[in-house]
């Protein structure tokens, strides 16, 4: 049997060991935490890295179709512009000749009408020898 001195001696020995042990626990803990960090920071680097490159290259698609885009816009306004002047030249040579027709058939009417009359004249005063047109 252990006398007391025994007994504390062995105690503390144990006592020592189990405080070594949890020393070298903590420190082990601390470095794996250290390591751990260390990881997640360089996961959140790569991470907000490769975010930033696809922010990039997003916006540069963008811009790239957006000036796609707008030379689109502007070739399909500028062949409108063509297309209206062509229309409205079509019709401005259209509209000339309907008006030269127009005046064509108006004087061939007026003409129509003063053979007419001359003509209903001319046999009026056959009949009527005393009417003078």
């Known amino acids: ?6 007994h504390d ?7 020592n060991a189990a405080a070594r042990l949890l020393e ?12 751990v960090r260390a990881e997640a920071a360089s996961i959140v680097a790569a991470a907000q ?27 399909h306004n500028a062949e409108l512009d063509r297309h209206r002047t062509t229309v409205l030249a079509d019709l ?17 009417e007026q003409d ?8 209903l004249t001319q046999q009026l005063a056959e009949i009527d020898p005393t009417h003078q047109g």
């Open 112 to 119: 129509h009408r003063d053979r007419v009359r001359t003509y």
């Open 1 to 6: 049997m252990l006398t007391n001195e025994e």
């Open 9 to 15: 001696t062995s105690a503390r020995g144990d006592i």
């Open 24 to 35: 070298a626990a903590t420190h082990n803990a601390d470095e794996l935490l250290g390591e």
């Open 49 to 75: 890295s490769e975010a930033d490159r696809l922010t990039g290259s997003s916006q540069a698609e963008a811009k790239r179709v957006r000036a796609e885009l707008d030379q689109a816009r502007a070739e």
């Open 92 to 108: 401005a040579e259209k509209q000339a000749v309907l008006e030269a027709e127009i005046a064509r058939l108006q004087q061939v």
